[in-house]
């Protein structure tokens, strides 16, 4: 990790730290400064909770941004609620259709085509998959055709009621993805990264709902193929069970960090820059950062 | 009563709803009235195919190129009992393909129906109000050939080969209201058509079985009768 800067340190407030703890959070606050400023981000939060040291660490961590794709994360929950009830099976066909109902007056919208990365999903228009192939799709390569099918058949109130259920403030789902008329209202859905982290750590712990649902929706996650975030601050060996975000002013990302001979670490970094900046590289800078606070003693091959 | 309630017509099991368990008939509904878009009222069938497994529903051809699986083909929307076989699609759904076929033909290319885009049960949760798919003769096609329609050109174009075939073919106009338009398939249907084999006799339907009521909403009002009303 690069040292930090003269300028960085001089606004610090904090003065230096005597114990070892208190100074990798005094080295983490100068910095998540630095990157901050060195990727102009006009917002930055983070929240990490490590089950090895137990240390929960928070920066700006109840700002609510724009959720992007990490609201897949609280559809994947719903599911998972539905299918532990006995209410849904995660064989059932689902018919993969390209319409949908805006949550303003209720019109009917199609999502762009061109703008979902997933084809395996569109290449099933007019037939099925099923439940497990959607949860699949809608996380691994954040189809959002996956994710609105899902919404419709778990229904959105479903979602709220699991985030309710499991007393997990801080993630808002109002909707599913591309409804254009509702962004234009601003009814947009919206996450705080100690939102996200009390989920993640929820599914870790094999408390969200059952142990099972926890390890199907942790083995879905673990097959994430954006790994530009948080995966790439960290050494190739690290398994990350992750959801990431972006849409053109944010980049967030979302994940359980599991490293060979430690327990694992929960961390949420989101991000927010202006339209014309670009996403750059400041969640996996922070992702590095974090690894060599808690655990960059154990593996040094970056 | 001397007529089976079963009875077999060209491979396929007739039966009569009213002869099903209590879970398929509080289901299919047979002979129900049911209220379409308009508030017009519709009797639902009675008379069903009974398909004993799915090796069963692709091995039966109902024409040249349409099996009877491509005419069930339901998701998670449809009640659970019927994604399990034995499945039941109402008898009329024979004329249906029959129409398909020949939509086939003028169209020149495969015909594809949609996964609910054939008969839909009364207890399908897109079944709100009574549609021709609730009779096994209405069809939603999302592709022809290669071509996906979904662009108000394409459906028009074969809306118009389908109500060119015959004037029991309607088809709903492109447009975004749903139930009234199809902005991504056509759809097509025959009306409300019910189909009785002519291996059954309809004599039954005048002097029902010993405790057996003629329609299921008889058994329910019979009930009704039975239970003094709540005072406010």
Same mark, same amino acid.
């Given at each position: ?52 040291? %137990? ?34 099976? &995660? ?8 319409r ?8 009917p ?8 990365? @997933? ?10 998959? %099923? ?8 996380? %691994? ?10 919404? @419709?058949? *778990? ?7 699991? &985030? ?6 801080? /993630?808002?789902?109002?909707?599913? /993805? ?39 929706? &942790?083995?879905?996650? &673990? ?44 961390? /949420? ?6 339209? @014309? ?5 400041? *969640?996996?800078? *922070? ?16 | ?25 509080? +289901?299919?509904?047979?002979?129900? =009235?049911? #209220? ?40 998670? #929307?449809?009640? !659970? ?36 885009g054939?008969?839909?049960? !009364? ?17 939603d096609v999302y592709? +022809?050939?290669?071509?996906?329609l979904k662009?108000k050109?394409?459906i028009e174009?074969y809306n118009? +080969? ?9 088809v709903l106009p492109y447009g975004h209201v749903t139930g009234a338009n199809a902005d991504d398939h056509l759809h097509l ?15 039954? =339907?005048?002097? !029902?079985?010993?405790? #057996? ?20």
């Open positions: 990790m690069p040292s930090n800067s003269t300028q960085a340190k001089e606004r610090l407030p904090i003065p230096p730290a005597q114990d070892s703890v208190a100074s990798a959070e005094v080295s983490l606050y100068r910095n998540v400064l630095r990157i901050r400023q060195e990727h102009s981000l006009l917002d930055l939060g983070i929240s990490f909770y490590d089950a090895e040291t %137990t240390i929960q660490w928070s920066y700006n961590a109840d700002q609510y941004f724009h959720a992007a794709s990490t609201m897949k994360l609280a559809i994947l929950l719903g599911v998972f609620r539905q299918v532990d009830r006995g209410e849904l099976s &995660l064989e059932a066909p689902v018919h993969v259709r390209n949908f109902t805006s949550i303003v007056n209720r019109e919208f199609m999502l762009d085509l061109g703008r979902d990365a @997933d084809p395996d999903v569109y290449g099933h228009l007019g037939k099925t998959l %099923t439940v497990r192939e959607l949860a699949y799709w809608m996380i %691994t390569k954040s189809s959002n055709l996956a994710t609105n099918l899902l919404v @419709d058949v *778990v229904g959105i109130n479903t979602v709220q009621l699991a &985030l309710d259920e499991l007393d997990i403030d801080g /993630v808002r789902v109002l909707r599913g /993805v591309e409804d254009q008329r509702a962004f234009e209202a601003h009814l947009n859905n919206e996450v705080t990264a100690n939102g996200l982290l009390k989920m993640l750590r929820l599914i870790a712990d094999g408390k969200a709902y059952s142990q099972k649902a926890c390890d199907d929706m &942790l083995e879905i996650m &673990l097959d994430q193929q954006y790994r530009s975030g948080i995966p790439a601050g960290l050494p190739k060996a690290a398994r990350v069970a992750h959801k990431t975000g972006n849409i053109s002013t944010v980049h967030h990302d979302a994940g359980i960090v599991y490293l060979e001979g430690r327990k694992p670490y929960v961390l /949420v970094i989101l991000t927010q820059f202006s339209a @014309d900046q670009g996403r750059g590289t400041a *969640v996996a800078d *922070v992702s590095r950062d974090i690894f060599n606070t808690l655990a960059g003693n154990l593996d040094g091959d970056e | 009563m001397a007529m089976s309630s079963v009875e077999v017509t060209q491979g396929l099991k007739v039966v009569d709803a009213f002869d099903l368990d209590d879970e398929l008939r509080a +289901i299919l509904k047979p002979g129900e =009235m049911v #209220r379409d878009a308009q508030g017009r009222r519709h009797r639902l069938p009675r008379y069903f195919y009974e398909i004993a497994s799915h090796e069963a529903a692709l091995s039966t051809r109902l024409t040249t190129h349409f099996a009877m699986n491509e005419l069930i083909l339901n998701d998670l #929307r449809e009640a !659970p009992r019927l994604q399990q076989y034995p499945r039941y699609v109402p008898c009329a759904v024979r004329i249906l393909a029959f129409y398909l076929e020949q939509f086939r033909a003028a169209c020149g290319a495969s015909v594809h129906i949609a996964v609910n054939g008969y839909r049960s !009364p207890s399908h949760k897109l079944s709100s109000d009574a549609t021709p798919h609730m009779w096994g003769t209405a069809a592709r +022809i050939g290669s071509s996906i662009t050109e394409l174009k118009d +080969i389908a109500e060119d075939l015959s004037d029991d073919i309607l249907d025959l009306g409300f058509v019910t189909l009785i084999p002519r291996e059954i006799s309809e004599d039954r =339907m005048e002097q !029902p079985q010993e405790n #057996r009521p003629r329609f299921a909403f008889e058994e329910r009002r019979a009930k009704d009768r039975r239970t003094p009303a709540a005072e406010d």
